[in-house]
């Protein structure tokens, strides 16, 4: 099956740094990246998602990047602020396959004012 | 996105007693899930959800611990049964929709075992 590793599992950054979160996946048939926020005692939001046909996809201040002969994916978030920091999950999934996306182990963002 | 609502929001239970968790959907969607989320961890597939038949339990699952009902397209129950403090955990339902089966959760259950 799908396997997800995710680094850093916690980033310390200053409020207006760049942030980068870093995905692996082990199938290459995998299509579909999206990734989730969690604040604090919330739900999984999903914030943005990149499909294999894509190599980056951007959103205001987030963009996701995927490599696909590298089998690996990012996360950027530029001009960061206190309100950006929660876990980061990052996931893989195959549409036409079983659908369920395999679940990265989540990097804390901390934003320091 | 579909509104998803869950009841109860929290609890705090005996050991050896079961709970019901509630997962209501605004709209009919095929595809529902529960997660299971212990604190500072990934979230963790328990089963899908299946309308009209038994539920597709995740290794390490089984339907006597956690039976599920899925009685149309827009509800579904978790029950975790016989609870131990082990089970203390978050529990979410989410749903799939769209081209690539985008999933979206409900607010979650937390739960305490005592």
């Known amino acids: 099956g799908e396997n997800v590793e995710q680094h850093p599992s916690t980033l310390s950054v200053q409020e207006g740094d760049s942030a980068v979160i870093k995905c692996t996946y082990s199938?290459?048939?995998?299509?579909?990246f999206p990734w989730y926020k969690q604040e604090l005692g919330k739900r999984p939001q999903l914030i943005i998602d990149?499909?294999?046909?894509?190599g980056e996809k951007k959103d205001q201040r987030i963009a996701v990047t995927l490599n696909k002969t590298a089998k690996h994916f990012s996360l950027h978030i530029t001009e960061t602020q206190p309100e950006d920091s929660a876990v980061y999950f990052c996931a893989a999934s195959l549409r036409g396959g079983s659908y369920i996306p395999t679940f990265g182990r989540g990097t804390s963002l901390i934003v320091h004012p | 996105s579909a509104v998803i609502s869950q009841k109860p929001s929290r609890d705090i239970c005996q050991r050896g007693t079961s709970l019901t968790i509630q997962c209501q959907v605004d709209?009919?969607?095929?595809?529902m899930f529960w997660y299971r989320q212990q604190p500072g961890q990934s979230l963790t597939l328990i089963a899908t959800?299946?309308?009209?038949?038994?539920?597709?339990?995740e290794s390490g699952f089984v339907i006597d611990k956690f039976p599920i009902s899925r009685p149309n397209l827009t509800f579904s129950t978790l029950t975790v049964s016989n609870m131990s403090p082990e089970d203390s955990s978050i529990y979410l339902c989410?749903?799939?929709?769209?081209?690539?089966?985008?999933?979206?959760f409900g607010p979650g259950t937390r739960l305490t075992v005592l």
């Open positions: 990149i499909r294999s046909n894509v």
């Open positions: 959800a299946n309308q009209g038949s038994e539920a597709t339990y």
């Open positions: 199938d290459s048939a995998s299509n579909y």
């Open positions: 989410s749903v799939a929709s769209g081209f690539y089966n985008e999933q979206f």
């Open positions: 709209s009919q969607v095929t595809m």
